[in-house]
């Protein structure tokens, strides 16, 4: 079994920062590739970022890209999301989850094996 917890959501200002943490256990780490989404109010779960085994390769959705960047600690088992010049259309439930694939991490949330409880980010002033 796999347990993944978020950590350090919140509410920040437009134009802030926030780094979301996603503490893996229960199995090794490295087998898996990482994925970020999130979900807001009434809408559809949407893929944010995903990073392959060991971080050499990342990706981002287009109204992320640029504003976020997606790392990893393999000897931490953690993978982090930071999220700079946040707006408001940020607001949402942030999701990791682990992908047994270490490579090409899908965008497609229906592809990926566990799941942690999300953490509430609210953009607001």
């Known amino acids: 079994q796999v347990h993944l917890v978020e950590s350090g959501g919140g509410l920040a200002p437009p134009g802030g920062s926030m780094r979301l943490s996603c503490e893996v256990s229960?199995?090794?780490?490295?087998?898996?590739?990482m994925g970020w989404f999130r979900q807001a109010p009434g809408k559809e779960r949407e893929f944010v970022s995903a990073?392959?085994?060991?971080?050499?390769?990342?990706y981002y959705s287009d109204s992320v890209k640029g504003r976020f960047s997606c790392s990893r600690v393999n000897a931490r088992n953690t993978v982090y999301l930071q999220m700079n010049s946040l707006k408001p259309e940020d607001t949402a439930v942030y999701y990791c989850?682990?992908?047994?694939?270490?490579?090409?991490?899908?965008?497609?949330?229906?592809?990926?094996?566990?799941w942690g409880q999300g953490t509430q980010v609210t953009v607001s002033s």
């Open positions: 990073i392959d085994w060991n971080g050499g390769s990342t």
């Open positions: 989850a682990a992908y047994r694939g270490s490579n090409y991490p899908p965008r497609q949330s229906s592809a990926y094996d566990y």
């Open positions: 229960g199995r090794r780490f490295s087998s898996y590739a």
